[in-house]
């Protein structure tokens, strides 16, 4: 039988289906390699907030017994998967990264992880995640490409699990880029579907009606293969790249960081040899959406917590703090923003007709320092949550799939680049992306 470290150090879920079916390698013994990574780096990364070796090895035993009758349930069948800390898991804890939740135990499963069970996945624990998922900078996970950076949040712990090899795939949740942050801040990929293609039922929410389930991935084909298990999509097909047509939002990118602008420049002109061609296309401004944003998200969150949480003063300052802003926002003034979100979609449905997709930055800065709590955008000093958001949040508003993707030969750094699609054509997304992390690198 072939050895564990006959694989590749981070093996791609196509390799592990591959492995398992041949006997090469089994789901029992990669996730004894699994959780030896674990155990010897999460003292340092803090990735997971709970590791369930028993059970996994429980659920990885039958995974091999059904890869032996030939009865394997499909491609995520023996893979270990981390699971945020805001989805139930049952019997393992339900803490949202809170004091408040501490010693609370889920007794049902999430809908997702129901599906991921039913997929034969191997659920090895919990990921870390910022308070009630309501930060962008990741604690406590520690970014294992620097220190010395955010993690990214609030799926903090799923995008360090999977950069550091220590699940190949996380499920998580994007409430104003939450995914996609994490994934531009450690290198790996992060994919936002279209609104309500993943079941929300049994998450913690942050603001319900921006709450999307994702999936944070090493590479794009790994996304694609999850979301196809998980959404019942068709089979994707990466596209063929010549005369493909990516829409950029030149004035938003113009706004970015000189040294954001210089990774994407170069992203486009990789595409541009690759013949793909970009036209001009027009988003709303970041100062709209920060506008609508700012306004939906205190009101939908304090409307949980005031319903559901007792303990609101035990949590950290910054969720009191957004809690408390409702206050000071009207009913009228969460009607017309929730109403304004139907002029963003049609917008972002109007820069999306005559092209393929669209691409931008993920981040509009470089990854920030864990010390920063300010950040300059389109000359404004905003919080460090705010600033990082600015990308990314508009798509929570018109639920259209984004997929965020590392920029191919940037520097640690870099912002990343995300790719949008039309609303609930995610299988065509995902095989644009496929096509474009297979030939940019």
Do not use: W
């Not at 659920?59 to 499909?74: I, K, L, M, T, V």
């Not at 694609?224 to 990466?238: K, T």
């Amino acid at each position: 039988m072939m050895t564990i470290s006959a694989l590749p150090t981070a093996p791609s879920l196509t390799d592990l289906a591959s492995a398992f079916a041949a006997g090469t390698v089994s789901p029992v013994g990669f996730l004894e390699e699994v959780l030896a990574r674990i155990d010897r780096d999460n003292g340092r990364l803090r990735a997971f907030e709970h590791v369930a070796p028993e059970s996994a090895r429980a659920e990885a035993r039958a995974s091999a017994e059904r890869f032996a009758r030939g009865a394997a349930r499909g491609p995520l069948d023996g893979v270990p998967v981390g699971v945020k800390d805001v989805l139930a898991v049952r019997g393992m804890p339900l803490g949202a990264g809170s004091p408040t939740l501490k010693g609370q135990v889920a007794s049902a499963d999430s809908a997702v992880v129901d599906q991921l069970r039913r997929a034969g996945a191997v659920i090895v624990g919990i990921n870390s995640c910022d308070e009630y998922a309501l930060s962008t900078v990741g604690a406590p996970a520690v970014n294992p490409i620097d220190p010395g950076r955010i993690a990214g949040g609030s799926s903090g712990g799923s995008a360090v699990a999977v950069a550091a090899g220590l699940c190949p795939v996380s499920i998580g949740t994007d409430t104003g880029g939450s995914i996609r942050i994490p994934a531009a801040c450690c290198g790996v990929v992060g994919h936002k579907p279209s609104r309500g293609v993943l079941d929300t039922e049994g998450v913690i929410p942050m603001a319900a009606s921006l709450d999307h389930v994702g999936v944070t991935a090493r590479t794009a084909e790994d996304a694609a293969i999850v979301h196809r298990v998980l959404a019942g999509g068709s089979e994707h097909r990466p596209q063929n790249l010549g005369g493909l047509t990516l829409g950029v939002p030149h004035k938003l990118v113009g706004i970015a960081d000189a040294e954001v602008q210089a990774s994407f420049a170069a992203f486009l002109s990789r595409l541009h040899d690759l013949d793909v061609q970009t036209v001009p296309v027009e988003l709303p401004s970041v100062d709209t959406v920060r506008a609508i944003h700012h306004t939906i998200v205190p009101v939908e969150l304090a409307a949980y917590h005031h319903e559901f949480n007792p303990h609101l003063d035990r949590c950290g300052e910054v969720l009191q703090m957004v809690v408390g802003l409702a206050e000071n926002i009207s009913g009228v003034d969460y009607f017309r923003a929730r109403q304004a979100r139907g002029d963003l979609a049609a917008r972002v449905d109007a820069a999306l007709a005559g092209v393929d997709a669209l691409v931008m930055p993920t981040l509009p800065v470089p990854v920030p320092s864990t010390t920063a709590r300010e950040l300059t955008v389109d000359s404004q000093l905003v919080d460090v949550t705010s600033a990082l958001i600015s990308f990314t949040s508009l798509f929570n508003h018109t639920g259209h799939p984004v997929v965020a993707l590392p920029a191919p030969g940037a520097a640690t750094a870099a912002s990343g680049v995300q790719v949008v699609g039309r609303l609930g054509f995610d299988d065509g997304l995902l095989g644009i992306v496929v096509a474009l992390e297979n030939a940019a690198g």
